[in-house]
C-alpha cells in the first residue's frame, strides 16, 4: 500500500541505478516484464514510457495513484484507466499484460523512464484542492528543483516549477506547461511562497486555482537539485535543475554539472513555439551520432536530429545553433540525470562478455546475452579474409562511428553501418558487411560496459597546450587507449608499468616508444583527470579524441605486468574462477597485440588468438595461453613475443 499523501521516501544513501532508469523495450502484445533494478513495490515512484516508433500518447504511473491510472503529458486529460492488471509495480520494475498497442503493441519500440522515490532524488505526493491557499507537505528532504503538478480527476494543464524561472528574483511566480510549448507564465499558481524542504505551497485566487480547485484531485512529481545523499559517502549529487543562456553558437554554453548526464529535458522559457525534449543514452545521447528526442507535449514520434548538446564527463555543451536548444540570448531551463552505474562492479559477467557468432548477411542481425547495457564493442572477424578489420564502436560516440584498431585511419561515420543500435543487453548490426557480418564467416565481439573501477571513456576536444582532462573511473588509471578521431595518427597508449613519460601503439608491433613525445606531458594520471602534452595524437589544438580508460577492479579486471621466463608461469589476477579476456604485448621489443577470450576457447589445449594490431586469420593450433583459477597460464612454447626470457610484457585481463 502506498499513501495518497506526503510519501515515505528512504533517507539512505543510494546510487542512481537503484533510483532511476532509462530503459528499452518491443511490445509484444502480452505479458510484459520489465526488470531495471528499480524497486517500485517497495520504494514507490514513477514510470513514465512512449512509444519511439510511431504516433502514440505519453503515459506516466505512479504508485500514489495506483497501476491502473495512467495520465498523459502531451494531454490536458483527466487520468484514464489503462487494465495494466494486478502487480503492475515489481521490486524490479513493472510487469504488466496491456495488449494496448499505446504501451505494448507487438513489434513496436518503447523508451520508459522510472524514478524510484528516494530522498534528494524524487518524491511522488497527491493532494485534494481546497480553492484556498494551502500548503502541501512532501518528503524529497531538500528544496525541490522542480515539480510537475497535474490535475487528475478533471482536464487541465501540467503545471511546471523550476527554481531557474525567476521573474523579479522569485521563481514561485512563475511556471511552464508541460503539454504545450508556451513561454513561462508568470500567473501567481504557487503563491509567491518558494517551496521548501519539506512543504510547497499552492494558491487560492483568480488564475491560481488550475492546481489547487475545491474537490480536485492532484498528483505533484518532485525532483531535487543538487541536493548530494548519493555515493559510498552520501555527499554525491546525481540529478541537476538548472539553466542556461544561449549564444547562437556551434561552440555553444557549457554546463559544468559535475557528472556526466544519461538523461536531459531541456525547454526554453522565455519565448513560445519551442518544444519540451527528452534525450537519453540509451535511444543515443552521443558527440557524434544523431540525438534521437522524444517530446514530452507531443505525441509525434521519435526524431532523430543533428548532434545538439554534447555529454562530458563533468556535463553537457551545447554545439548547435536553433530555436529548440541555443537560440542567442534565448533562456532554457533543463533537468539532468546523472549517468550510472555508481556502483563499482563485483563480477567480470556484470560488464564484460565476449560473443562468438556467425554473420547472416543481412542487415539487423542482433546480438544478446550481456547481463548490462553495452557501452563498448570491439568485433574482429575471425577468418581475416578480403582485408576485413577489427573495430572499435561505442555508445559515446554512436554506433555509426567506427575506428580501427590496426589502422592510423581516422573515425568513419556512415548511417546504418557498423552498429545499428547499442541495446539493453547486446546490440544489432547495420548492413552487412565482411568486417562484421558476412554470410557464413565466424566472428568475435568483446562487449563492456562502463563501471567505477573498471572501464571508463572520455571524448574530449584537443587544446594545442599541455591540459587535463577529466574522467568518470574514480580511480587511478592504469591503461588508457587514445585514438584522434579526425585525422590520421596512431592509437597511442598509456601503461602505468611503462611510466608517465612513455607510450605504446595499439596499432603498431613495436616496443615502447621513448619520451621525447610527451603524449602525457609526464604526468600521472589522477582518479579525477589524466594529463595530455602537445603531441597531436594526444592534444592538437581542435583535434577531437576518445579515450578509453581502464583499472584494476579486484576480481574483476587486472591491468599489469610480468616478466618473461621462457617457461611455464602463472599470473595471478586475483580472480576466482580464471580470465575470460587477455590482453598481451611485448614492450621491451617487437610484439603483436595478442588476444585470447573464453568464447573461442582458453582451456588446457589449444587456445585460438587474434591480434588487436592485424587483419590477420585467428591462429587455432596453438597452446601459448592456458586456463588458471586466480588468472592464467602462460606456456613454455609461448613465443618470445609471449614469454621470452627476460622480456618485459603488459597485459589486461578480465574475469
Not at 591503461?479 to 603498431?508: E, P, T
Amino acid at each position: 500500500m502506498f499513501s495518497t499523501n506526503a510519501s515515505q521516501v528512504s533517507t539512505a544513501a543510494n546510487y542512481i541505478e537503484d533510483v532511476f532508469s532509462a530503459y528499452l523495450y518491443t511490445g509484444n502484445a502480452s505479458t510484459q516484464t520489465i526488470t531495471n533494478g528499480i524497486d517500485l513495490a517497495g520504494k514507490g515512484g514513477l514510470w513514465w514510457g512512449k512509444q519511439r516508433d510511431s504516433t502514440g500518447r505519453h503515459w506516466l504511473v505512479d504508485t500514489a495513484r495506483g497501476g491502473d491510472y495512467t495520465l498523459c503529458s502531451n494531454l490536458t486529460d483527466a487520468q484514464t484507466f489503462a487494465g495494466f492488471g494486478s502487480g503492475f509495480f515489481t521490486s524490479n520494475g513493472v510487469s504488466f499484460n496491456a495488449t494496448n498497442s499505446i504501451y505494448n503493441g507487438n513489434g513496436n519500440t518503447y523508451a520508459s523512464w522510472t524514478f524510484r522515490k528516494q530522498a534528494k532524488f524524487f518524491d511522488v505526493v497527491t493532494y485534494t484542492g481546497t480553492g484556498a491557499a494551502q500548503t502541501i507537505s512532501h518528503n524529497l528532504g531538500a528544496v525541490p528543483g522542480c515539480m510537475i503538478i497535474k490535475c487528475t480527476s478533471t482536464t487541465s494543464a501540467w503545471f511546471v516549477y523550476h527554481r531557474s524561472l525567476d521573474p523579479g528574483g522569485n521563481p514561485a511566480t512563475a511556471y511552464l506547461a508541460l503539454n504545450t510549448t508556451a513561454a513561462a507564465n508568470s500567473t501567481l499558481a504557487f503563491t509567491n511562497t518558494q517551496p521548501t524542504s519539506s512543504v510547497f505551497y499552492v494558491g487560492d485566487g483568480v488564475g491560481q486555482n488550475p492546481i489547487n480547485q475545491n474537490g480536485q484531485t492532484y498528483v505533484a512529481y518532485l525532483f531535487a537539485h543538487n541536493a548530494g545523499g548519493f555515493g559510498l559517502t552520501g555527499n554525491d549529487n546525481v540529478i541537476s535543475c538548472g539553466s542556461y543562456t544561449g549564444n547562437g553558437s556551434s561552440n555553444g554554453p557549457v554546463i559544468n554539472l559535475g557528472w556526466e548526464p544519461q538523461w536531459v529535458l531541456i525547454k526554453r522559457a522565455d519565448a513560445s513555439g519551442t518544444d519540451w525534449t527528452i534525450s537519453d543514452n540509451m535511444r543515443g545521447l552521443s558527440v557524434v551520432q544523431n540525438t534521437a528526442v522524444l517530446v514530452p507535449n507531443s505525441a509525434a514520434a521519435e526524431s532523430s536530429t543533428a548532434v545538439q548538446f554534447s555529454p562530458n564527463a563533468t556535463g553537457f555543451q551545447l554545439i548547435s545553433a536553433g530555436a529548440t536548444y541555443n537560440q542567442n540570448a534565448g533562456t532554457y531551463i533543463y533537468i539532468a540525470i546523472r549517468r550510472g552505474p555508481m556502483k563499482v562492479p563485483t563480477s567480470g559477467t556484470s560488464v564484460f562478455a565476449p560473443i562468438a557468432y556467425t554473420g547472416t548477411g543481412a542487415a539487423g542481425q542482433t546480438l544478446t546475452g550481456t547481463s548490462f547495457p553495452p557501452d563498448l564493442s570491439i568485433f574482429q572477424n575471425r577468418p581475416g579474409f578480403g582485408g576485413a578489420v577489427g573495430m572499435f564502436d561505442d555508445r559515446l560516440r554512436g554506433g555509426t562511428a567506427y575506428l580501427p584498431p590496426s589502422s592510423t585511419a581516422a573515425e568513419g561515420n556512415t548511417a546504418g553501418y557498423y552498429i545499428r543500435s547499442f541495446n539493453m543487453d547486446g546490440i544489432t548490426y547495420g548492413t552487412s558487411y565482411v568486417d562484421y557480418n558476412y554470410n557464413g564467416s565466424a566472428y568475435v565481439n568483446w562487449l563492456m560496459g562502463r563501471a567505477p573501477g573498471f572501464f571508463d571513456e572520455v571524448c574530449y576536444t584537443g587544446t594545442g597546450s599541455a591540459t587535463t582532462v577529466a574522467h568518470n573511473l574514480g580511480v587511478v588509471p592504469e591503461f588508457m587507449i587514445v585514438k584522434r578521431r579526425d585525422s590520421i595518427n596512431s592509437w597511442l597508449c598509456y601503461q602505468s608499468a611503462l611510466g608517465n613519460d612513455r607510450q605504446i601503439s595499439l596499432n603498431l608491433s613495436s616496443a615502447v616508444g621513448g619520451s621525447s613525445i610527451t603524449p602525457w606531458n609526464s604526468t600521472t594520471p589522477t582518479n579525477a583527470v589524466f594529463s595530455v602534452g602537445t603531441n597531436a595524437g594526444t592534444n592538437a589544438s581542435g583535434g577531437t579524441y576518445v579515450c578509453y580508460l581502464f583499472a584494476t577492479c579486484p576480481g574483476v579486471s587486472k591491468v599489469g605486468s610480468y616478466t618473461g621466463t621462457g617457461t611455464t608461469q602463472t599470473i595471478n589476477c586475483g580472480f576466482t574462477g580464471g580470465a575470460r579476456f587477455v590482453l598481451i604485448k611485448r614492450t621491451d621489443s617487437t610484439g603483436d597485440w595478442y588476444v585470447w577470450d573464453s568464447a573461442r576457447g582458453i582451456v588446457a589445449g589449444n587456445d585460438p588468438y587474434l591480434l588487436l594490431n592485424s587483419t590477420a586469420a585467428e591462429v587455432t593450433n596453438t597452446d601459448y595461453v592456458d586456463t588458471y583459477s586466480a588468472g592464467f597460464e602462460i606456456s613454455s612454447t609461448a613465443p618470445a613475443a609471449i614469454n621470452a626470457n627476460g622480456g618485459s610484457y603488459i597485459f589486461w585481463a578480465v574475469a
